[in-house]
């Protein structure tokens, strides 16, 4: 699913007209990423948990010739699957 089937799903689901609902699921998006990029977390109960974690510097192999690389110390987002996502994704 892209972010057009969701919007047209939202849409539905709450009889918006799809431009507004791709305006509601914009401003979603936006507050996450704005959330995410001030270090705070983002707990959608039932859902899950979005979170920056941080990967430290170390050393890598370029792949073509296998000498050393170092990479880096960077930031990167995780997600935890809250307990109602886990559930219905193995739902038998």
Known sequence: MRKPDLAAYIADKADLPTSQANDVLSA????ITMSLSRKESVTLIGFGTFEVRHRNARTGKNP?????IEI???NTVGFKAGKALKESVNKA
């Open 64 to 68: 073509q010739t296998g000498a050393p």
């Open 28 to 31: 979603i998006l936006d507050q």
């Open 72 to 74: 880096a110390a960077s």
